[in-house]
């Protein structure tokens, strides 16, 4: 069995900074890639950034020059650095990840979630 557990989310001012971490445990073989998404009330989840074992980021729009995305692969640990958030950013952020475990590959690992709400 694999775990994600997700932490550091929170109440914060606009313009203001958060740092989300989620960590992979369990019966891990090798991690592929790791990612969070958020999904906001009345709003379908959506894809914020994602990173492959190789390093490779990818991050949304909306976030470009304000999150980044890393990764510590010795701790299966993946980072959200959130900057600048804004009153839409508030929403249940998702760490998500691909994983090879004894039993084969699942592309789809989800955490729990963690609230993260933007407010004055």
């Known amino acids: 069995q694999v775990q994600l557990v997700e932490s550091g989310g929170g109440l914060v001012q606009p313009g203001g900074s958060l740092r989300l971490s989620c960590a992979a445990s369990?019966?891990?073989?090798?991690?592929?890639?790791m990612g969070w998404y958020r999904q906001a009330p009345g709003k379908q989840r959506e894809l914020v950034a994602s990173i492959t074992r190789s390093g490779r980021t990818n991050h949304a729009e909306s976030v470009k020059g304000r999150f980044t995305i890393s990764s510590d692969t010795a701790k299966n640990t993946v980072h959200l650095q959130m900057n600048k958030l804004k009153y839409e950013d508030t929403a249940v952020f998702y760490c998500?990840?691909?994983?090879?475990?004894?039993?084969?590959?699942?592309?789809?690992?989800w955490g729990q979630g963690t609230q993260v709400t933007v407010s004055s």
């Open positions: 369990g019966s891990i073989y090798m991690i592929d890639s």
């Open positions: 998500t990840a691909g994983i090879t475990t004894t039993l084969g590959y699942v592309p789809d690992y």
